[in-house]
């Protein structure tokens, strides 16, 4: 190919010295025979050669295609000029040689964007865009290599040595090229007498595919907003905080690159100091995972409000999931603690074990077993239970605080183990303790939730602020009677004001005249004092629960738990394990 003074000879490509026909003189008289070539002079020189610092005329091209004789050979590329064609095409091309990357052609593309260029120049003292795209080291690794190098998506601002109105973004590849002398140069100190190495640069121009693709990003930038905005409004606000534990929990979104997912957890008073403690996962990505994750934890409040067992809250959720998307399913844990007990009763539907932490800071995982994830249908889950006493820690999370592509979950919750062990401190400063351990970053490709609780042994002035004392009944008229001895003791002796005295002295006579009149032994009387409440609760051996109705004047019975819910602040009843039951009332307690 001919560039002027200088010929580049592309890589498995045969140098010609054709020019085009229109460059050409041609001959006054058509050469006899079927050929359309001159015959070469005596002496041996390119007969059309002109006088030395032109440009070499190429050979006579062939008839175009509309005069050919009929049966003449098509026409090729052999006789097109390259110099002309690369100045056609819309990329940019600059053709440089010698270690200093001396300018031979540049093509109207790359001028129009860049300006014009001097031939015979350095690249670093008259091509200096080059050296700000980062081209020129990569030129001079060519050069060495003598292999092919590309770089992506570079960027030139508007203006640059051109008349651009924004921005453009083109791809660069550089090709080893040999360049050859075709005529003696104007200038001695870029003489090219003998073939030199050079690079071709190609500049494909890839502006409105990067546009395209930063609209794509700003669009899902925008929905993985809206995601974790919907994601962060059906989480909890504000965390209920139970009187007997303390309670914290976190959620990080995954990175940038992932959709938000469905984690989430909850904390529900339940009444008579029991807490019902939270954790689930929805299999899936986007706004869809986190509206199914809005549903069932909607589900889970109403559910807990029933006061049912954990494996029957389970058993609700399971055909819940089912009916809100069948494609769906989610893991959850669902735990009860009750501090009269000093127990998490729970039941697991395929989520990870929870880690309970003793006081001697010994980890253990509650072992009982997991019933497949929510929304699979046909199992009955089953409830399990681990002592979480005072002085005791535990933890619930999902699986993207433990899970690694590259590693068993095993590895994930052992690591855990060890981290919360020496995880100690107020619930949140855990939370935060357990992310750092697990190496958890706001670039992370999971969504993580963590629940802490801790059951604090308390001691000294705390101490005197909880209180538990408990009567047992054994019917019979002097039952009532020696119920209300029983609490008017006992409230006097935490010294309560007169009015919340009789308040609770009523309320434990009315609860267990009701559990003497509609229940069945065993019978027991339990008073519990808090910091924020007096709670009052009866069992007894029936299944059988009350429910609050209005009493015609003429009846005798029936005005029990109308009076309860009268008088005090919340009141409530469940079923028990054994079969029994369970009636309670509570009292706020003035604040100071």
């Not at 001919?2 to 041609?26: M, V």
């Not at 590309?150 to 508007?158: L, M």
Request: charged content about 20%; hydrophobic content about 40%; glycine content about 10%.
């Amino acid at each position: 190919m001919i560039f002027t003074r200088w010929s580049a000879k592309l890589p498995g490509t045969q140098r010609r010295a054709a020019a085009r026909s229109d460059r050409a003189t041609p001959p006054a008289t058509p050469p006899a025979g079927p050929t359309a070539h001159s015959a070469a002079p005596a002496d041996g020189t390119d007969a059309s050669a002109g006088p030395p610092g032109t440009v070499p005329a190429a050979r006579a091209e062939g008839p175009s295609s509309e005069d050919a004789a009929p049966g003449a050979a098509p026409p090729t590329v052999d006789a097109l000029s390259v110099h002309d064609i690369l100045g056609t095409i819309p990329a940019l091309v600059a053709v440089v040689y010698g270690p200093e990357h001396r300018i031979a052609y540049v093509n109207g593309a790359y001028a129009g964007v860049f300006g014009p260029r001097p031939a015979g120049r350095t690249a670093r003292e008259a091509l200096p865009e080059l050296e700000e795209l980062g081209l020129l080291r990569l030129m001079d690794q060519v050069l060495r290599s003598g292999r092919p190098r590309t770089v992506k998506s570079r960027k030139v601002p508007a203006g640059a040595g051109g008349d651009r109105s924004r921005d453009g973004y083109y791809t660069f590849t550089c090709t080893p090229i040999e360049v050859a002398a075709s005529g003696p140069a104007p200038d001695p100190e870029v003489a090219c007498v003998a073939p030199h190495k050079g690079v071709l640069v190609f500049g494909a121009e890839v502006t409105d595919q990067i546009e395209s693709a930063e609209r794509l990003r700003a669009s899902e930038a925008l929905q993985r907003a809206a995601a974790v905005t919907l994601q962060r409004s059906l989480l909890p606000q504000e965390l209920e905080q139970p009187d007997d534990l303390r309670v914290a929990a976190t959620y990080q979104p995954g990175g940038t690159d992932a959709a938000v997912g469905g984690d989430w957890y909850d904390v529900i008073t339940l009444g008579a100091g029991r807490t019902a403690l939270v954790i689930g996962d929805v299999m899936g990505r986007g706004v869809r995972a986190a509206a199914v994750m809005g549903q069932l934890r909607t589900a889970v409040r109403a559910y807990a409000r029933l006061d049912l067992p954990p494996h029957e809250v389970l058993q609700l959720l399971d055909g819940l999931a089912s009916e809100i998307d069948a494609s769906q399913i989610a893991t959850c844990v669902y735990a009860v603690h009750d501090p009269n007990e000093g127990r998490l009763v729970y039941a697991s539907a395929g989520h990870l074990p929870m880690l309970v932490r003793d006081p001697d800071g010994s980890v253990r995982r509650a072992a009982e077993p997991t019933g497949p994830p929510l929304g699979t249908g046909g199992w009955l889950h089953t409830s399990g239970s681990v002592a979480l006493g005072p002085g005791s820690s535990a933890v619930l999370y999902t699986d993207g605080l433990v899970e690694r592509r590259d590693k068993d979950i095993d590895h994930g919750v052992e690591a855990l183990e060890r981290a919360f062990a020496g995880a100690t401190g107020a619930p949140d400063i855990v939370c935060d303790r357990l992310l750092r351990s697990l190496g958890i970053t706001a670039t992370h490709d999971d969504d993580v939730a963590i629940l802490v609780i801790q059951n604090p042994a308390r001691t000294g002035h705390d101490a005197e602020l909880f209180h538990n004392a408990a009567l047992e009944l054994h019917g019979g008229t002097e039952a009532a009677p020696r119920a209300r001895a029983f609490a008017s003791g006992v409230l006097a002796s935490w010294r309560f004001s007169p009015e919340l005295h009789d308040l609770g002295v009523l309320a434990a006579s009315e609860l267990v005249a009701n559990s003497l009149q509609h229940g069945t032994p065993p019978m027991r009387l339990r008073l519990r004092r808090t910091d924020r409440r007096l709670i009052i609760e009866v069992t007894d051996g029936d299944d059988h629960l009350p429910r609050r109705r209005r009493a015609e004047p003429a009846d005798e019975a029936g005005r029990g738990i109308s009076i309860i819910a009268t008088i005090a602040s919340s009141w409530g009843s469940r079923r028990t394990p054994g079969g029994g039951k369970a009636v309670w009332c509570e009292f706020a307690l003035p604040r100071g």
